[in-house]
Nanobody, 116 residues
Framework: QVQLVESGGGLAQPGGSLRLSCAIS?????????MGWYRRDPGKGRDLVAV???????VYADSVKGRFTISRDNANNTMYLQMNSLKPEDTAVYYC?????????WGQGTQVTVSS
């Protein structure tokens, strides 16, 4: 079935940037409703970071507005999260999510660490 694979995580210093990618396995994605990024903060639940709908409208968590940008490349079945002006509190495991035919699909997560 559908598989999501994240990449691009790593270590960045405060104020730095990272770009996360989420590759969706080949196959039919007709019926995709939305895709998004979530993050698991240490000691916290998994929170919404950004969502992009099939119509390309976007929603961002207040904590990342103006710093993160979600986008997609339909031709390559890839979604991105451009992360700028990173802060230590952005440290988390980031998960790619897609809703297709009303079903949730999740990637394995990629670690983002922001530290001096």
């Amino acid at each position: 079935q559908v598989q999501l694979v994240e990449s691009g995580g790593g270590l960045a210093q405060p104020g730095g940037s990272l770009r996360l990618s989420c590759a969706i396995s080949s196959g039919s994605i007709f019926g995709m409703e939305r895709m998004g990024w979530y993050r698991r903060d240490p000691g916290k639940g998994r929170d919404l970071v950004a969502v992009i709908t099939s119509g390309a409208s976007t929603v961002y968590a207040d904590s990342v507005k103006g710093r993160f940008t979600i986008s997609r490349d339909n031709a390559n079945n890839t979604m991105y999260l451009q992360m700028n002006s990173l802060k230590p509190e952005d440290t988390a495991v980031y998960y790619c999510n897609a809703v297709i035919w009303s079903k949730d699909y999740w990637g394995q997560g990629t670690q983002v660490t922001v530290s001096s």
